[in-house]
């Protein structure tokens, strides 16, 4: 939990103006909430772009397409001591982004980045991660307490 962070939010280009100032602010954190704890964390942030994406997930695969910056593909971990019919997850992980919940562990058959905010790599069959995002308000979740201004 310390301040050691440095990421961009590439952000579905379908979202109108007002949207689009509503998800800056809450993922920069200026809105309160898990992301408030992230902003407390990066040392730095490479930036907000909205761009053309397609993300889909089902209980088998997630996916998420960027034209041209990212290409990602991946699925729930199942094998060694993972039960039978049954997932990998970290409950209650000590991660802001989890918020009260899990997070599904999985491989990343593809993960590739090119370009994204400068930065290049392929992380493909390494480590993955499903995780639910609970957005409902500023004050569902804080991990301190807010700055005077907030």
């Not at 889909?56 to 019919?85: C, F, I």
């Not at 491989?107 to 994204?116: E, K, M, P």
């Amino acid at each position: 939990m310390e301040k050691n962070r440095e990421f961009g939010f590439l952000i579905d280009d379908r979202a109108n103006s007002a949207e689009r100032v509503a998800l800056k602010r809450i993922f920069t954190g200026y809105a309160g909430g898990a992301f408030a704890a992230w902003r407390d964390l990066t040392v730095r942030l490479d930036g907000v772009e909205f761009v053309p994406m397609t993300v889909t997930h089902d209980a088998e695969s997630w996916r998420v397409q960027v034209p041209g910056l990212v290409d990602g593909l991946g699925g729930p971990y199942r094998k060694y001591m993972v039960p039978s019919n049954d997932t990998c997850r970290i409950y209650n992980a000590p991660r802001p982004e989890v918020v009260p919940g899990f997070l599904t562990v999985g491989q990343a058959t593809r993960n590739l980045v090119t370009g994204a905010f400068g930065r290049n790599w392929d992380w493909s069959m390494r480590s993955s991660k499903h995780i639910a995002f609970d957005l409902r308000g500023p004050k569902t979740f804080s991990w301190r307490q807010p700055l005077k201004g907030q």
